[in-house]
């Protein structure tokens, strides 16, 4: 039940004007944490569908207008967001999301495969090993989280942490792109230090992210809306531009451009806003700090608001087992398969990534309100139907209907990525949704470490299964009953929807006690309450204030 007391008075802090963030030339608002949004603002979040559209209707008919609004709208959302939430954090979050994630990410995945084919010239089933232990850095991000959360430096938890992935990223980038020579086993290191940068900037934005869900849970849909445009932005840019780059530079020349990204995490550590707590800066006892986080989250997991929504979310990964190398070998397969060459696979991801994009609008423009359990219920039913065009694709079903191949898996690749985002959108702002205060980095880590174990079950469960049907590199005749077997485990995992939370996005999900901030000082000489700022820890009047860089 929502408090009744009245809400503290709005105060305003202008920044001092010499400073050079990024958000120096604006005014922010200090808003405590019961203070309602603003008309503006609460007109851009909370705004049905039919209502915009009623609107759009009364703008004008004409084709300009429809064009107009297409380039005003989405313009006014940032420009809300920038205000609501600060504009070096949706700065943090196009950097993380946009470029270290969505660019850097497929532009790595394309061009280590060159990289491994023709610079190291490893073996096929090698390469397969070491991809599984690109996802070591990504299991950890729950250490990463504790780090962020109870490891302060210098009185901030958020800013040292992206300039330590950036200058992991760029060391281990110039080491992989400068020495031709390089020992197998000292470029491997380096290709998982280039990833482990990724996942210590996603975890310390993601720490951001789940802070602000919880000051303000009406942009907690639109924030995740946010991430999803510019990480599928940045993939559509990175599948496109990887070939041309290895083309042009070579395999061991592309991957030097990986240290662009990792420069700007750098810049980004220094650039956004976090208020500096003097408490933290005073030698905090880490292991006692690290034992109330750890205990925190043990707390937490227990409640079932929380472990069983936890629960599907590992399970409904688990059991959509991966059959991407089967499909992948049939692909470009000349006898079995339709011999797709290395630019139209290209093309195809690219295209995907578009479609990424068309999934996230839609999710928030139209469904980004409605309760957990039926978005995530009608997303998964047609994550199970529409694995059938896999299946009718290796069938050769497309050919009977007169489909080319092309514009069939095109078709199928679009209808995929969409649904795929339906799907995982509203698990992620459930994930932030669970996150108690204090411990919300650390726990916000754990829950994406149990998203990476669904992960990478999926794909040793794939890979056994495409062993036990004896799907090979030339035998691809069993390969679709792995596919139907896929699309009927999707299905199944209907079942298990009941663990999901029949909430609104916006509803309190945990239990008070567990929204109380744990880590911050109770010694309040002043009485004041306590100030949800952006980016910013929880203080009270003995802090000495924001600080920028």
Known sequence: MRSRHKSPPIRRRTLNPKSTSLATSCEFVIIPNSAPMDS????????????????????????????SRMVVEPAEWIRMLCRELNGSFVFGVVVVYGLSQGFASSFFRVVSDYYWKDVQRVQPSAVQFFIGLYYLPWIMKPVWGLLTD??????????????????????????????????????????????AGVAIADVTIDACIARNSIERPGLAADMQSLCGFVSSAGALVGFSTSGV???????????????????LLIILGFVIYEHKNAHL????????????????????????????????????????ISTHEGQFYWYTDRRAGPAFSQEFVGMIYAIGATASMVGVLIYHKLLKHL???????????????SGMLDLAFVLRWNLKLRLPDAAFVVLEECVSRVISRLRWMPMMVLSTRLCPRGIEGTFFALLMC??????????????LLLHFFSVTRTD??????????????????????????????????????????SDAPRHNSGGAEEEALQLAELTDDTDTGGEKV
């Open 450 to 463: 149990i998203d990476s174990l669904g992960t990478l079950t999926s794909k040793t469960a794939g890979g």
């Open 150 to 195: 109870v490891v302060p430096v210098r009185g901030y938890r958020r800013r040292p942490y992206f300039i330590a992935a950036g200058v992991l990223g760029v060391a281990a980038t110039f080491v992989v792109a400068t020495f031709e020579r390089l020992a197998v086993a000292a470029a491997l290191l380096c290709l998982v230090g280039m990833m």
């Open 371 to 385: 309760p957990f359990r039926r978005l995530i219920f009608f997303a998964q039913l047609l994550y199970g139907v």
């Open 245 to 263: 780059f290895v083309h042009l530079l070579g395999a061991q020349g592309a991957l030097g451009l990986m240290a662009l990204p990792a420069t």
């Open 281 to 320: 800066s005073a030698k905090p006892k880490v292991w006692e700090t690290g034992k109330e986080a750890i205990g925190g989250m043990a707390r937490t997991i227990q409640f079932p608001t929380v472990w069983k929504p936890s629960l599907y979310m590992f399970l409904s990964l688990a059991l959509s």
């Open 476 to 517: 691809f005749r069993r390969l679709w009953l792995v596919l139907l077997l896929r699309n009927l485990l999707r299905i199944a995992t209907l079942g298990l929807i009941f663990l999901v939370p029949s909430a609104d996005p916006n509803d309190a999900l945990l239990p008070p006690e567990l929204m109380l901030p």
């Open 40 to 67: 503006e603002t609460q007109d851009l979040v909370e705004k049905t569908p039919a209502a915009t559209k009623a609107e759009g209707l009364k703008c004008g008919d004409g084709g300009a207008g429809a064009l």
